[in-house]
Structures are given as structure tokens and as C-alpha cells.
């Protein structure tokens, strides 16, 4: 059953109307509608499954209803009694549905996300994300606060967030953040002006020399998982974010919030489920208390792995030994970006390049890649290289920069219009000798990004020019959403894009 039919099946057993549940879910009435018949898609642009799931785990009350949806469902008669777990269950059977072009579409925004990000680099730094003077001054003097201030629900989480936050930039000097929550996120996301001023307050921390190790709550359905990631982008692009992840499951029922500034104060609360209206919030100045927080935050941090690092042009070599490291003789590569990759770069080419931009870094990167690249094929691996191919007059009249190239060692390496060509050409002829060797020319990938993934491995983003931003990604679900989307495109692209490559070349 698809997502459509399912809806209609919950909403016959419960004779439901479209007018009850769009009011209840605050969507037109056709809409419902054309979702049920299956002529139009759930939305991408707000929470569907889950709102779903609660309406109906509150209007199934019926033993007969009980026993249709359990039996659809589990195949049996047992039915949750408790209404979050009959909503936990049908949740889980809605978002089963969820097919890979939803996922391709979370994957394709999260994409333009990452390349706006990546175009506009400097100006993610920005004032536009700055917080109001106001708030500094509203905040109170360290002579007024008391060891521990007691805040309520959602409102009192917005208003001890702002205190905690603008007490630290009172202090004029840098802190180390400790961040985590898998409480329910709507006392943040429910205000979008709130949304905004604590992004301003985060920045205008990070703009002070303070950094932020965050562990991100991941242990959720993939959209969900999107958009957190997406909401972060601003402050990646600062440099200042240490992301990780606890790849152990935790029940959901009892969730923690941990808001922590090394040494001086922190912020942390308790709810059950999504139930965080009325909840406490404990914001905390005493050192002692503090200290033991840090220590709980550590343990934790201690059970976590990396979600994702970044790079930029003085972490070169250690970004070099990562490329080094993709060695890994099965499975199939993806390689996308506006040029064919060092991989196969030939040496008389990468020499000319070298020597214009005085570094011969280059020579050295191109033939320790193309010897894992031979490496790769002969093992029985794949490889396919997606060209986003520059207009052809600009090419030849001003020639193109090299991908990736300050971190590869200069920012100088470019290619002539001449050059570009015979580096195409030459990877063109390397597949027809290498069976597992592909290049096509596509045009979904933006020509500013580039990504590099492996069925089995991990991912790398990168902005295509100079100054590089690198998101290095190890998060195995995350890494293959990016696996998944270029395969997806791999798959759709016809064989006339091999043809528009060869016609590019004469």
C-alpha cells in the first residue's frame, strides 16, 4: 500500500471527512482529498505522518477499528491499548511508505541549501544573522543571578535560552558550548522570530571565538533528519561546530535537554514524549552543578561518533590523506563536479598547471589518485564521474579553475580552455577501456558543488572554487542519502548525455 491508500484505509474505519481531518491537520479539505486519491503527494514543507498518526491514534477507539488496523498492520489482533503507542504504530506503518523520491526530494533541498551556503561563504559570517543590542542588555548582571533560575514550557525554554545565551556574550569573551536535545523541537521552531534571534545569538557567540560541540538527535525518519541538519547550515559554514552522534537508540520517552557553557552556567530540562508545555527548565549558575553537568555531557559524548567535519585550505593535508584513504576496491564510486576529477588527470596537463601556479602539489595529488583509481578498477570496483560542463565560449576564452584546487595546494591551479578538453577527452577514452568506468555529462547537479561518495564509505561536499569549504561526512545513513541521490540521477540520465559529452568534445 502506498501512503494515499493507507490514509483512505485509516480514514474508512474511522469515517472520517476531509473537512474533519483538514481541520484537525489545518489543511484545504481538496487537499486531503487529492492526497487520498493519490494525485497529489504528501507535502515536504511541513510534519504530515506525524500529525496523522495523532489524530488517528486519539479517534481509533473502537475494538472492531482496533482489530482492522492491527491486522492490516502487524497481521495479528493485538492492538497498543496506550494511545502513543498505537500513535508510534501507525506512524511507523505511514512512514514505511516513504519513498525514495521523498527522500530525493529531502536530499535535492538539502542540496541547494549546502551550494547557497558554499556560493556565499564570507557572507554566512553575516550581521544579517546578528542578535539585537537589545538583548545583551536585557540579560541579567552576574550580581543579579541567582544559582539557579526556574523557567516553564515552551514560552519559559525560549525566554531561559535567550538569558543563557546573552548572559555569556555580557562576558566578552569565548566559550566552549556544550549542545544537546532530543526533546520535542517546537518550543524553538513554533516562534520563527525566537528562530531567528537565537540564531543571532549563536553567531554573535561564534563571532566572539566561541565554538560548539552539538550531538545531534538522528535517530529519526530521514526528512526529519534533513531538515535538522538543514536548520544548522549557517553556523557550519562558520567553522566553529564539532557535530556528532550517538548511533545507540534511546527509548524516546524520558528526553534531555543539555545547554552547557564550560565553566560558567547551563541550561537543562526533562519531558516525556513531545509533551514539553508546563515542563521545567532549570537555568543553572552554580559551579559545582555546572561542573557535574559537564561531566554528564562528556560521558555521553563519550558513546558518540563524528556526524560530519569540515576542511577548509589550511587542513589540506589532512584532507589529502582522506582522499588517499577512498582506496577501497568494491562497490561503485560517485564523483560530481563542473570538471573530470584529478583522478584521471593526465601528467602532462597536471605538470603544465604546476607550473604556472609554481607548486607542483598537484603532480604529486593527481598520481597518487590515479594509481587508486587503477586500483579501484581492477579490483572489480565502478566509478562514475558527473560533469556539470561550463559553457563552452567562456571555456576556451578564459579557461576554468581547478576543483578542490587551494586544497590540493594552490588556489592558482587552472585549467586553459585547450587543457579542460584534453582532460575530458582522456577520461572519456579511459571508459571505453575500463568496464567500470563512467563519465556522463548531467545538468541536476549545480556546476558549485562538488560531491564525492561511496556505496560503503563516506561522503565529501565541497564548494567547487576557491576559498574550499569540505564537509567530510562519516554518518553511514547520511553518507548514503548522498549515494542514493546520485545514483538516482545516474539511473535517469539516458545514454543521449554520453552523446551530448561527445558533442561538447569536437
Same mark, same amino acid.
Given at each position: 500500500?502506498?501512503?494515499?491508500?493507507?490514509?483512505?484505509?485509516?480514514?474508512?474505519?474511522?469515517?472520517?471527512?476531509?473537512?474533519?481531518?483538514?481541520?484537525? $491537520?489545518?489543511? #484545504?479539505? @481538496?487537499?486531503?482529498? %487529492?492526497?487520498? !486519491?493519490? *494525485?497529489?503527494? /504528501?507535502?515536504?514543507?511541513?510534519?504530515?505522518?506525524?500529525?496523522?498518526?495523532?489524530?488517528?491514534?486519539?479517534?481509533?477507539?473502537?475494538?472492531?477499528?482496533?482489530?482492522?488496523?492491527?491486522?492490516?498492520?502487524?497481521?495479528?489482533?493485538?492492538?497498543?491499548?496506550?494511545?502513543?503507542?498505537?500513535?508510534?504504530?501507525?506512524?511507523?506503518? $505511514?512512514?514505511? #511508505?516513504? @519513498?525514495?523520491?521523498? %527522500?530525493?526530494? !529531502?536530499? *535535492?533541498?538539502? /542540496?541547494?541549501?549546502?551550494?547557497?551556503?558554499?556560493?556565499?561563504?564570507?557572507?554566512?559570517?553575516?550581521?544579517?544573522?546578528?542578535?539585537?543590542?537589545?538583548?545583551?542588555?536585557?540579560?541579567?548582571?552576574?550580581?543579579?543571578?541567582?544559582?539557579?533560575?526556574?523557567?516553564?514550557?515552551?514560552?519559559?525554554?525560549?525566554?531561559?535560552?535567550?538569558?543563557?545565551?546573552?548572559?555569556?556574550?555580557?562576558?566578552?569573551?569565548?566559550?566552549?558550548?556544550?549542545?544537546?536535545?532530543?526533546?520535542?523541537?517546537?518550543?524553538?521552531?513554533?516562534?520563527?522570530?525566537?528562530?531567528?534571534?537565537?540564531?543571532?545569538?549563536?553567531?554573535?557567540?561564534?563571532?566572539?571565538?566561541?565554538?560548539?560541540?552539538?550531538?545531534?538527535?538522528?535517530?529519526?525518519?530521514?526528512?526529519?533528519?534533513?531538515?535538522?541538519?538543514?536548520?544548522?547550515?549557517?553556523?557550519?559554514?562558520?567553522?566553529?561546530?564539532?557535530?556528532?552522534?550517538?548511533?545507540?537508540?534511546?527509548d524516546k520517552i524520558y528526553r534531555r535537554s543539555l545547554f552547557i557553557a564550560?565553566?560558567?552556567?547551563?541550561?537543562?530540562?526533562?519531558?516525556?514524549?513531545?509533551?514539553?508545555?508546563?515542563?521545567?527548565?532549570?537555568?543553572?549558575?552554580?559551579?559545582?552543578?555546572?561542573?557535574?553537568?559537564?561531566?554528564?555531557?562528556?560521558?555521553?559524548?563519550?558513546?558518540?561518533?563524528?556526524?560530519?567535519?569540515?576542511?577548509?585550505?589550511?587542513?589540506?593535508?589532512?584532507?589529502?590523506?582522506?582522499?588517499?584513504?577512498?582506496?577501497?576496491?568494491?562497490?561503485?564510486?560517485?564523483?560530481?563536479?563542473?570538471?573530470?576529477?584529478?583522478?584521471?588527470?593526465?601528467?602532462?596537463?597536471?605538470?603544465?598547471?604546476?607550473?604556472?601556479?609554481?607548486?607542483?602539489?598537484?603532480?604529486?595529488?593527481?598520481?597518487?589518485?590515479?594509481?587508486?583509481?587503477?586500483?579501484?578498477?581492477?579490483?572489480?570496483?565502478?566509478?562514475?564521474?558527473?560533469?556539470?560542463?561550463?559553457?563552452?565560449?567562456?571555456?576556451?576564452?578564459?579557461?576554468?579553475?581547478?576543483?578542490?584546487?587551494?586544497?590540493?595546494?594552490?588556489?592558482?591551479?587552472?585549467?586553459?580552455?585547450?587543457?579542460?578538453?584534453?582532460?575530458?577527452?582522456?577520461?572519456?577514452?579511459?571508459?571505453?577501456?575500463?568496464?567500470?568506468?563512467?563519465?556522463?555529462?548531467?545538468?541536476?547537479?549545480?556546476?558549485?558543488?562538488?560531491?564525492?561518495?561511496?556505496?560503503?564509505?563516506?561522503?565529501?561536499?565541497?564548494?567547487?572554487?576557491?576559498?574550499?569549504?569540505?564537509?567530510?561526512?562519516?554518518?553511514?545513513?547520511?553518507?548514503?542519502?548522498?549515494?542514493?541521490?546520485?545514483?538516482?540521477?545516474?539511473?535517469?540520465?539516458?545514454?543521449?548525455?554520453?552523446?551530448?559529452?561527445?558533442?561538447?568534445?569536437?
Amino acid at each position: 500500500m502506498n501512503i494515499s491508500e493507507k490514509l483512505d484505509f485509516l480514514m474508512n474505519i474511522t469515517n472520517t471527512r476531509n473537512s474533519a481531518l483538514g481541520k484537525a $491537520l489545518s489543511f #484545504d479539505p @481538496s487537499y486531503i482529498s %487529492r492526497i487520498r !486519491s493519490g *494525485s497529489r503527494g /504528501i507535502p515536504k514543507s511541513q510534519p504530515f505522518s506525524r500529525p496523522v498518526a495523532a489524530y488517528f491514534s486519539r479517534n481509533i477507539k473502537d475494538r472492531y477499528q482496533l482489530e482492522t488496523l492491527s491486522k492490516m498492520i502487524r497481521g495479528d489482533e493485538y492492538v497498543p491499548i496506550d494511545e502513543d503507542e498505537l500513535e508510534k504504530l501507525i506512524y511507523n506503518w $505511514l512512514q514505511d #511508505d516513504l @519513498s525514495k523520491d521523498e %527522500r530525493g526530494g !529531502s536530499m *535535492s533541498g538539502l /542540496i541547494d541549501d549546502i551550494t547557497q551556503m558554499l556560493e556565499s561563504y564570507d557572507k554566512a559570517r553575516p550581521d544579517m544573522f546578528d542578535a539585537p543590542a537589545s538583548f545583551g542588555a536585557s540579560a541579567e548582571s552576574d550580581e543579579r543571578v541567582i544559582p539557579v533560575g526556574v523557567f516553564y514550557g515552551n514560552q519559559g525554554k525560549r525566554d531561559s535560552v535567550k538569558r543563557f545565551l546573552s548572559s555569556l556574550l555580557m562576558q566578552k569573551r569565548p566559550f566552549l558550548l556544550y549542545l544537546y536535545s532530543d526533546e520535542d523541537m517546537s518550543w524553538l521552531y513554533e516562534n520563527p522570530v525566537f528562530a531567528r534571534e537565537w540564531t543571532g545569538l549563536l553567531v554573535s557567540l561564534i563571532k566572539s571565538g566561541s565554538h560548539i560541540q552539538i550531538i545531534h538527535t538522528i535517530g529519526r525518519e530521514f526528512t526529519e533528519m534533513m531538515e535538522a541538519i538543514r536548520k544548522w547550515l549557517p553556523l557550519y559554514a562558520m567553522g566553529a561546530i564539532e557535530p556528532y552522534y550517538c548511533p545507540k537508540m534511546r527509548d524516546k520517552i524520558y528526553r534531555r535537554s543539555l545547554f552547557i557553557a564550560k565553566g560558567y552556567s547551563a541550561l537543562i530540562s526533562t519531558s516525556v514524549g513531545d509533551k514539553t508545555e508546563g515542563m521545567v527548565n532549570f537555568l543553572v549558575r552554580n559551579t559545582e552543578a555546572v561542573s557535574a553537568l559537564e561531566a554528564e555531557y562528556q560521558n555521553y559524548l563519550g558513546m558518540c561518533r563524528p556526524l560530519m567535519k569540515m576542511y577548509v585550505s589550511k587542513d589540506r593535508e589532512r584532507f589529502t590523506d582522506i582522499l588517499l584513504g577512498e582506496n577501497a576496491v568494491a562497490g561503485k564510486f560517485f564523483l560530481s563536479s563542473p570538471a573530470p576529477s584529478l583522478w584521471t588527470m593526465p601528467k602532462d596537463i597536471a605538470a603544465a598547471i604546476a607550473k604556472r601556479a609554481k607548486s607542483i602539489d598537484v603532480i604529486n595529488v593527481s598520481k597518487a589518485l590515479n594509481e587508486n583509481m587503477i586500483r579501484v578498477l581492477e579490483g572489480g570496483g565502478e566509478i562514475t564521474e558527473m560533469i556539470a560542463l561550463p559553457d563552452k565560449d567562456k571555456l576556451m576564452a578564459n579557461g576554468a579553475p581547478l576543483p578542490l584546487a587551494d586544497m590540493y595546494g594552490s588556489a592558482d591551479y587552472r585549467y586553459t580552455g585547450d587543457e579542460y578538453l584534453r582532460h575530458l577527452k582522456h577520461a572519456a577514452e579511459l571508459s571505453e577501456k575500463y568496464e567500470g568506468y563512467r563519465i556522463i555529462a548531467v545538468n541536476q547537479i549545480p556546476s558549485s558543488i562538488i560531491m564525492m561518495t561511496h556505496l560503503d564509505s563516506d561522503t565529501i561536499i565541497a564548494g567547487a572554487s576557491a576559498p574550499t569549504t569540505v564537509f567530510h561526512i562519516s554518518h553511514q545513513q547520511f553518507s548514503y542519502a548522498f549515494y542514493e541521490y546520485l545514483e538516482r540521477i545516474e539511473k535517469d540520465s539516458p545514454h543521449h548525455n554520453d552523446k551530448a559529452l561527445s558533442s561538447y568534445l569536437e
